[in-house]
């Protein structure tokens, strides 16, 4: 069975005065055990700091953002090599909030992500559908274009996938059961189909209002291979109790 990958998105959340929560992240990593890897992706300001408490922890860190490029003029931008060299292991690329401010395409994403697997980093590819798409059963097809569009054919031991539905992120609201092991299966079969037997080795994740009282069904169903959590990240108590119950599954 796949070890769970439990990843924490701080978003543009968190400064000094939040690395405490990070310190008992990072102590109750150490129980997460051999079957679950805890990952926080704070802002870049802090990955630094974090990356330096999480030493001889297994907590790992990752960024949320790269650039195509790994050195140039780009103001305000930061590159997967200087995320490796700041402690990074991860990044996560294309997500939802990213794809709505900054209008990233899918061809954007994946160059994003050849460069992050280039620089030694996993990348961590959101794809998912908005409302509207799903009530128009439209969301098997689009996050299967966001796929094509965005995956590179690279190294797949260093690709994770997050099943992330827009309208669940942030909103409480979650797909049933049915609909996420229905989209996990069919992220499965692409990753398989375009990656061979290196396919069924890529983590699936989801995300979107990952709480500790749902994680546990939601982490038991096939094909989920752990969380991507955002609000319920940024308090040790709730991410470890997500961490816990990947740790039961
Ligand atoms: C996210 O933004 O990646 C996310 C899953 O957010 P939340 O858990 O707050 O819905």
Known sequence: MMRKLIAGNWKMNGTAADLGEARDIADGARDAGSDVTVMLCPPATLIDRMAGMAA???LLIGGQDCHASQTGAHTGDISARMLADAGASAVILGHSERRAD???SN???RAKAEAAVRAGLTAIICVGETEAQRDAGEALALVEAQLDGSVPQLDPSRLVIAYEPVWAIGTGKTPTADDIAAM????RGWLTGRLSAGGSEIAILYGGSMKPGNAAE???????DGGLIGGASLKAADFLAIVAAAKMK
Do not use: F, R
């Open 102 to 104: 900054h209008g990233e």
């Open 218 to 224: 939601i982490l038991s169903l096939a094909d989920v």
């Open 56 to 58: 001889g922890t297994p």
């Open 184 to 187: 996990h299966h069919h992220i």
């Open 107 to 109: 061809g954007a994403v």
